[in-house]
């Protein structure tokens, strides 16, 4: 199959799904397969399809849409462009710290971490631009059904500061930490500072349970959680630093500071004392 079969194939595969597609569903013509008219430029064929992607509720389906799903993404991945940390050079500060600016979805790393919400299933809200959403999209449905899993064996919804693994599916990284920001209502106290620093201190500790050596950092709680990004960057940079000095001996070799807007680049290389 080409891109444009496979990608048909997934659409017309989810449109059948009926559960919860009504928002995606276009002019109904009689006689049409799923009574659908899909258009035929390909941005409104990738949009409709990562829409479907991002509504579609944690329920089993058939090993052929994952088979098709999965070449798909794999080429969508490939062409998107992929960033191997072994091309990248350490920061002046530390021989275990990078910072990279990019999509973090392009990373291959062991670990890439996620800044996920308290339910873990990913980003409901079709085409949203949050990290969460993004991973969720590039690493296919089997993420969410994987994080489901998890969450129906944990029985509750998973605490700020805390971390779990997953596979990363389709993602250019193996494994996909997700992990819950502290949510800033008003201003940031002593407690919300300690939840961000449980995020970055718990993430490094499922990587070295695991005997991962390198994992990337996203921004955790600095987009619609409300952390402010100068204070969660100091936050980071030194929780992490007092990690690897205390666990020398953890598998853990490699850190990735990933930002993707130029303001959060600025924060991250005034706290890292690299050249603006």
């Known amino acids: ?18 559960k919860g597609s009504a928002g995606f569903k276009l002019d109904l013509v009689p006689g049409n397969e799923g009574g659908f008219v899909i258009p035929d430029d390909e941005k409104s064929q990738r949009d409709i399809l990562r829409s ?43 021989s275990k710290q990078y910072l990279w600016q990019g999509d973090i979805t392009t990373l ?11 339910q873990l299933l990913g980003c409901f809200a079709p085409l949203h631009a949050c990290i ?6 590039f690493a296919g449905i089997q993420l969410r059904l994987a994080c489901n899993e998890l969450m129906q064996k944990q029985g509750h919804e998973e605490g700020t500061g805390l971390c779990k693994i997953t596979p990363a599916f389709n993602l250019p990284s193996r494994y996909v930490l997700h992990t819950v920001g502290p949510i800033i209502y008003t201003s940031v106290g002593k407690r ?62 490699k850190v990735i ?7 959060n680049l600025e924060i991250y290389k005034k706290v890292l004392g690299q050249k603006l």
């Open 257 to 263: 500071f990933n930002v993707f807007g130029n303001k």
């Open 132 to 137: 969460d959403n993004c991973i969720h999209t």
């Open 1 to 18: 199959m080409t891109q444009a079969e496979r990608r048909l194939y997934l659409i017309t595969e989810l449109l059948k799904e009926d």
């Open 192 to 253: 919300e500072k300690l939840l961000l620093a449980n995020c970055y201190k718990n993430c490094l500790e499922t990587a070295s349970q695991n005997q991962l050596e390198s994992l990337a950092f996203c921004c955790i709680s600095t987009g619609v959680f409300r952390f402010p990004a100068d204070l969660a960057a100091q936050i980071a940079v030194e929780t992490v630093e007092k990690w690897l000095l205390e666990n020398p001996d953890s598998s853990v070799k």
């Open 52 to 94: 479907l992607m991002n509504i579609r509720a944690p329920y089993p389906i058939s090993d052929e849409f994952l088979r098709i799903q999965d070449e798909y993404l794999q080429q969508v991945n490939k062409e998107r462009g992929i960033t191997d940390i072994a091309d990248l050079s350490p920061t002046d500060r530390n």
């Open 108 to 118: 291959k790393v062991d670990a890439i971490v996620n800044a996920a919400n308290s």
